[in-house]
């Protein structure tokens, strides 16, 4: 095996480390758009909010695809049959 500097193989790791750590804040920011992403369809107005406060949601018999009605999951009280 031919010599190596000690220098080089420093800077090889060094290296291994830095793109390591890139790798990392990859992962990082791709975890973080996906959160977002899950936030921003929880704040979707995909609910039903009837005309007394409830909100229900798509698999609720009462639900209805009116979008006078519709509101975000934050919003009116939950369903006590489908939690809204
Ligand atoms: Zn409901």
Known sequence: MKH???YIIA????LGCALAQDKRDEEIK???ERI????EREGEKSYYLSS???RHNR???YFKANPKFMC???EGRACQ???G
């Not at 800077?11 to 060094?14: F, H, K, M, P, Q």
């Not at 977002?36 to 936030?39: D, N, S």
């Open 4 to 6: 190596v500097p000690t």
């Open 11 to 14: 800077a090889a790791i060094a």
């Open 30 to 32: 791709e975890l973080r």
């Open 36 to 39: 977002a992403k899950i936030e």
């Open 52 to 54: 007394t406060g409830i």
């Open 59 to 61: 698999t609720c018999k």
């Open 72 to 74: 975000t999951k934050k």
């Open 81 to 83: 049959i489908c939690g």
